[in-house]
């Protein structure tokens, strides 16, 4: 039998969610009513069959991209690879880094051709691209773990900035990582950038060889794994303050070196308990929790 995504509007009546194997879309768009319903039924259409389109190039996506070469076909994989090529040169990174934010950013074009919308948001578990216009913004907040409960810092997003896009890697997301940081979310003008950018900067936050982190080959937790053999986090076991500090340090001095090439506009890279913001505004830290469920959905509104 053939799979069908699942297509409905939250009990609010405001927000839509789109769910097809593991990617997870809620939506939300504000303007005119028919301008609205458009812009939904364009997603829904985009959303149809895009997780088959990605899945026929999935081999060529979990191998290590080359920063100058591309030879997938498909409108999102491209992206993806365009994302992530930037850094490809100095680092293993494959176009998979920058799905999520790569798919938002499809679903929200299609949602734009279709209608005209002063604010809109695709949020695919976290990584978040953006619409705004006028006077709109929006308020999203730094959560201080996945299971735990209240908003740590917030930040406001303007139409008249160049943020588009927020994303969120580390050890507790929902994707294995190279480094220990508890979580690192970066702001970006495009959802893909801030994706594969995210990804970077929480791998260069780390302390190789410590005794105290446990790690394991990627392919033994999945063995389809796009990391392959390569040593992800499971644990981080207690760490001194000097050692919070060193890791914390490789993790903003990467952070600045892409904020220095305007690959990103800030970070906010948080372990076990410390938290450091790279390129704030207002003097507000950039930076959002990356999970589905949790307190972002209604901190993501203005």
């Known amino acids: 039998m053939k799979r069908l995504p699942q297509i409905a509007l939250l009990p609010d009546g405001k927000r839509l969610h789109l769910q097809d194997g593991p990617i997870d879309l809620i939506i939300e768009a504000k303007g005119q009513e028919a301008e609205v319903r458009a812009a939904y039924d364009a997603a829904a259409r985009r959303f149809i069959g895009l997780l088959d389109e990605l899945c026929e190039e999935l ?58 919308l002063d604010r809109a948001y695709v949020n695919n578990g976290g990584d978040i691209a953006l619409h705004l216009t006028g006077g709109e913004q929006f308020t999203v907040g730094l959560m201080d773990r996945p299971n ?53 900067i929480a791998n260069a936050l780390d302390l190789p060889d410590h005794p105290a982190i446990v790690r394991c080959p990627a392919n033994e937790l999945q063995p389809d794994s796009d990391l392959g053999t390569r040593l992800v986090t499971r644990d981080v076991g207690p760490l001194t303050e000097g050692e919070v500090e060193v890791a914390l340090g490789a993790g903003i001095a990467c952070a600045q070196k892409l904020l220095a090439a305007g690959l990103i506009e800030g970070a906010a890279l948080r372990l076990l ?11 507000q830290a950039p930076a959002l929790h990356a999970h589905h469920g949790s307190a972002i959905e209604s901190a993501v509104h203005a």
């Open 59 to 116: 081999t060529t996506l979990r191998q290590a991209a080359y920063p100058a070469r591309c030879t997938l076909q498909g409108v999102v994989a491209r992206r993806m690879h365009a994302a992530v090529a930037p850094f490809a040169s100095g680092h293993f990174i494959t176009p998979m880094a920058a799905v999520a934010g790569s798919v938002a950013e499809e679903i929200l074009g299609a949602m734009l051709g279709a209608a005209r």
């Open 273 to 283: 308990g410390e938290t450091l913001v790279v390129g704030t505004t207002g003097g």
């Open 148 to 200: 735990r409960r209240g908003l740590m810092r917030t930040m406001i997003v303007d139409a008249d900035g160049p943020v588009r896009g927020v994303a969120t890697s580390g050890r507790h997301g929902r994707s294995f990582s190279l480094g220990i940081a508890d979580a690192v979310t970066v702001l970006a003008r495009t959802a893909s950038m801030a994706d594969a950018a995210a990804t970077i």
